[in-house]
């Protein structure tokens, strides 16, 4: 009597068996890794440069921490454009409003005055 061994006869074994035969393991990684990485890259898109990320505890800052941050770093960024204040059309007020700016006050011209946030 014969016994007829295919390969698809093999194949499960030998999956479950990879992990013991395998001297390499691709290893996943870990939360920590993936909140450094996620943390590393929106402070990047904020505009911190890579050696500013070498000298901070990306990990050890808190949520609340983290989120003041980014938010001073983008401040101070839209500080170097200018001054606190500007003047801009009417028109314009609402695309300003939604890259941050407050509104500040209306000139007798309708121009209106916005400023950086605090």
Known sequence: MYLLVTNSHMRQPYQRSQEFLSTATAEAPGEDQIKREFKSQLL?????????????????????EFQE????KL????????ARQ????AGEVKKHIRQGWEYAGTLPDGS???KLPL
Do not use: Q, S, Y
Request: glycine share 10%.
């Open 86 to 89: 500007k003047v801009v059309p």
């Open 44 to 64: 990047l898109v904020a505009g911190f440069k890579p050696e500013e990320l070498e000298k901070m505890d990306v990990l050890g800052m808190g949520d609340d």
């Open 112 to 114: 209106v005055v916005i």
């Open 69 to 72: 941050t980014i938010r001073r």
């Open 75 to 82: 401040v101070n960024l839209m500080e170097k454009n200018g």
